[in-house]
């Protein structure tokens, strides 16, 4: 039997530095074209000496009312890319397909900070640190990538500090891994992402691009819902 996206669940992990809001609206969206949508939350703790394990296991812990062995896709956005092996090490799932949106490549024993585009941007992003945490941001600092300020209220409300730690720890990648299909979706005002996309696409990866910001899913959940819906009827295609 051929699978269809609405056989199969697809679990959407959003980036350690927000909360699981961000991909609440496509969720809701997906969920009422007919396909199942799970949000686990990652959470950072203090005193976490591996902070990645500890993200694996909130997403395993999250899936836990799906059967073993069943299939399942992947997605990431920004951050949560990085996750993806180590998720799919957590989990007794079959993963069927990975999607990346706007969102960071793994690459074996990288950390977050290792991959950002220039050295300058990785020593920026550690200065804005005090006492080993990242500040949180306030709506001011987000009105330029969410529009609406009541979706802008929900998004801050999640939002806590994480320590820096989450960017500065070294993430392995099994060696078999990628075992499923590849997509990547990329919104076209972000470049820092761009070098992710080019290098999808040269992985011979499908790719999908929408105009808008880093946090397009809460600007527009229809046309990022359905984009994925479609990414994901792609990836079926190639099992």
Known sequence: MNLRVHDVPVVLLHSPLVGPFTWR???EYIRNMGTEVFIPTLRNHDTSPCYWKDHAWSVSEALRTIPPHSK??????????????SVRESLDHK???YIFVDAIIPRHNCSRLDQFSTPAEAKAFRSAAQDGKLP???EEHVQDFISDPS???QFVRELAPMPLAVYEEKIPVPAYWPDAPCAFLHFSCSDTYLPF????EE????TASIPGRHFHMLEDPETVGNTLLDLMERLLDHQ
């Not at 992985?203 to 499908?206: C, H, Q």
């Open 25 to 27: 609206p496509v969720a």
């Open 72 to 85: 399942i896709v992947l997605a990431g956005h920004s951050g949560a890319g990085s996750l993806l092996p």
């Open 95 to 97: 993963i069927i397909g």
């Open 136 to 138: 949180v941001w306030k």
């Open 151 to 153: 979706i802008r209220r």
């Open 197 to 200: 996309r080019k290098e999808a």
């Open 203 to 206: 992985n011979g990866w499908l």
